[in-house]
């Protein structure tokens, strides 16, 4: 039997967080990890010279408890920094891609969206702040800058973090400091320029965009490399119970009894878990996954026109195009492929296009491809291509994501010690997942 201080279930970016926080503290920690490899979502493979993340491309470190973290830890000692043109970002409109505009005045002439619209987002700080807490984040934009914003504007945003439909992501739970905004300034222009005010002489630091040399499962090795002898891989879960020491899990490769357990696992086995524990949870067990194709095409850089000198473009579903978006890989981050070739990362699939997955290998590569032909000038098929499937990508934060989040903490009520944390709490990004692995720590 091993005793220790906090048992982690499940050993993803949020499971790798906590353990690194809990040892912090001078805790002694147990991590059983189902499946032969760390890392959950997060996969980088060389495949033919090109690296490819399968799962997240980027780390966005812009919270400062989670770059102290990242520090403390000598995380961020071999990271690399995105390539600064990172910070131009492209919306497909009429087949061109149109960067987004840095300043209010050059959003004057970006022209994405019609004079109309743009007379209405002016309005902004005059329309009367909602009332339904479970507000879809396209009703919230439709009332606040008009429809035609709300739709070209927000729903590739939507489209791009949480592969999911507007009009049922909640508000709320997608864009929380926004829908706070308006709660406490009635308007996100007003909101805005308050906090702007308010921030004047605190000294922020600035965010970084970041991934590895050899891509973002580097960031898991490191973990791993720290966590190595408390960790145990194929370790599939048979048992839990309570008893009067705190919690016992029984799994193949260990047996494992502590005060404190942390589940760090997609949604849908927690519940399983947690049946196992006596507490049946039907809404976590439901909580919606939305599925995701990633096609990786590597191109010679001589047949592709754009000059790809941003981050990617996002792409509004009223553009009649089937990819959600299109990553430049090889030009946000060096050695993504052999100089002579380009790497693109395009997603279809997602909440709104569901039969995506189902689609064959060569028709997902075909429509990647002549996607990729239209908006960027490739001129040449694709000399490298990969095809990624995710049944269950990413969790959406839909109607009755309220209830599911009042199920959990019922359940952590009944179970101290107990804590239920992943990507469908807190937020999707992996700076969230560690954000709420960090948090976990209990005295
Ligand atoms: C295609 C794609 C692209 C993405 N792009 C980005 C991006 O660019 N930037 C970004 O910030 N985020 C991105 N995300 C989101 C981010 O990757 C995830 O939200 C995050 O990795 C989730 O981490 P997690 O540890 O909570 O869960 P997971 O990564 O799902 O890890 C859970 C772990 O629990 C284990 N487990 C499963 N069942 C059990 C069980 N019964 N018992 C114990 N353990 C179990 C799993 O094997 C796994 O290791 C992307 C996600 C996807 C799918």
């Known amino acids: 039997m091993h005793r220790a201080d906090v048992i982690i279930i499940g050993a993803g970016i949020t499971g790798l967080s906590a353990a690194l926080a809990w040892r912090a503290k001078g805790k002694k920690v147990i991590i059983l990890e189902p499946s032969e490899q760390a890392g959950g979502s997060i996969r980088s493979v060389k495949d033919h010279q090109f690296l490819c993340e399968l799962g997240p491309n980027t780390l966005m470190v812009s919270k400062p408890e989670v770059r102290e973290f990242l520090e403390s830890e000598q995380l961020l000692d071999h990271a690399l920094d995105a390539a600064p043109h990172a910070k131009r970002r492209f919306l497909v409109h009429k087949d061109r891609l149109v960067p987004l505009p840095k300043s209010p005045v050059s959003a004057l002439t970006f022209p994405v969206i019609s004079t109309t619209a743009k007379l209405r987002m002016l309005a902004e700080p005059f329309m009367r702040s909602g009332v339904n807490r479970d507000e879809s984040v396209a009703s919230f934009f439709k009332r606040r800058i008009g429809p035609e914003a709300a739709r070209e504007l927000v729903g590739p945003f939507i489209s791009g973090v949480y592969a999911g439909d507007p009009e049922k992501m909640l508000a709320r739970f997608c864009m929380p400091s926004l829908y706070q905004m308006e709660r406490e300034h009635g308007s996100l222009c007003l909101g805005a320029l308050k906090r702007k005010k308010g921030g004047k002489g605190v000294p922020r630091r600035a965010s970084r965009l970041v991934s590895w040399e050899n891509g973002i499962s580097q960031l898991v090795e490191e973990m791993v490399e720290k966590v190595f002898d408390d960790m145990r891989l194929s370790a599939p879960i048979t048992s839990i119970q309570r008893e009067l020491m705190g919690f016992v899990v029984r799994s193949p490769a260990a047996i494992c009894e502590a005060p404190n357990l942390v589940m760090a696992a997609p949604a849908y086995e927690s519940a399983q878990m947690l049946n196992k524990l006596g507490q049946p949870s039907p809404l976590l067990a439901n909580c919606h996954y939305a599925p995701m194709v990633v096609v990786h095409l590597g191109v010679d850089v001589e047949a592709v026109r754009h000059p790809m000198n941003g981050f ?68 040449a098929p694709p000399v490298f291509r990969r095809v990624t499937r995710w049944e269950k990508a990413i969790p959406q934060y839909e109607q009755g994501h309220g209830e599911m989040i009042a199920e959990i903490e019922e359940t952590e009520k009944m179970q101290p010690g107990l804590q239920v944390l992943g990507s469908f709490r807190g937020g999707v990004s992996l700076q969230d997942c560690i954000l709420s692995g960090i948090g976990s720590v209990r005295d």
């Open 312 to 379: 990617g473009a996002l792409i509004s579903r009223t553009q009649g195009l089937r990819s959600l978006g299109i990553l430049f890989s090889s030009t946000l981050f060096p050695g993504r492929s052999p100089a002579s070739h380009t790497l693109l990362t395009v997603f279809i699939g997602g909440a709104t296009d569901p039969r995506a997955l189902a689609m064959e290998d060569e028709e997902l590569v075909r429509i990647a491809a002549s996607e990729c032909a239209r908006l960027l000038g490739m001129t």
